[in-house]
């Protein structure tokens, strides 16, 4: 991921790009924004029907699949998960320490942060796993996250109203580019 988003920073003589994920390419993202170097490339971050805090249906095929490991259980605490990686990312479950949303513009930082959930999330499990910014699990009330009331997993990226919801975000600190 690095050197893509640097190839685009290239390609469009741009200083920082905004970045969409959707489903376990939020995790991606996220980690590259963390742990990466990514908190001075990145403008707006959008994950659509993000896997941010795991996913239990993952469980079914974690023996198979190292990813699914990771992913299982959802709300996977310290040596819960494969590797680790929701640990590091969100922190225990049941304790509000660890910033979801580093370098973010609340906090002072320059990354405008938006998830949004699929209401009818049939790969998600739970699919309020999707939001940020959590202060208990499944809790969505950050401003942050917004629903996508009936619509699916796959859904996210082919629906017309959650483009728009992306545009609108993206639009709100660049109103001056198409």
């Not at 200083?15 to 990466?36: E, N």
């Not at 996913?55 to 959802?74: G, K, T």
């Not at 999330?121 to 950050?142: F, G, I, K």
């Amino acid at each position: 991921m690095p050197a893509f988003v640097d190839a685009v920073l290239a390609d469009t003589g741009t200083g920082k790009v905004d970045m969409v994920a959707h489903s376990m390419g939020a995790w991606a993202g996220r980690w590259y924004i963390k742990f990466l170097g990514g908190e001075t490339k990145i403008r707006d971050y959008v994950s659509l029907a993000g896997t941010n805090h795991g996913n239990n249906a993952a469980c079914l095929f974690a023996p198979f699949s190292e990813s699914s490991a990771e992913l299982c259980p959802a709300y996977a605490g310290d040596g819960d998960s494969e590797n680790n990686i929701q640990f590091l990312l969100n922190g225990e479950p049941s304790v509000e320490d660890v910033d979801e949303t580093p370098f973010g513009i609340e906090d002072g930082g320059e990354i405008a942060w938006h998830a949004m959930w699929a209401g009818l999330d049939e790969v998600v499990y739970p699919n309020t796993s999707a939001c940020l910014n959590q202060t208990s699990r499944n809790d969505c009330s950050d401003p942050i996250n917004k629903i996508a009331a009936w619509t699916f997993h796959l859904q996210m990226i082919q629906s017309q109203a959650v483009f728009d919801q992306v545009e609108i975000w993206l639009r709100e600190r660049n109103i001056s580019r198409p």
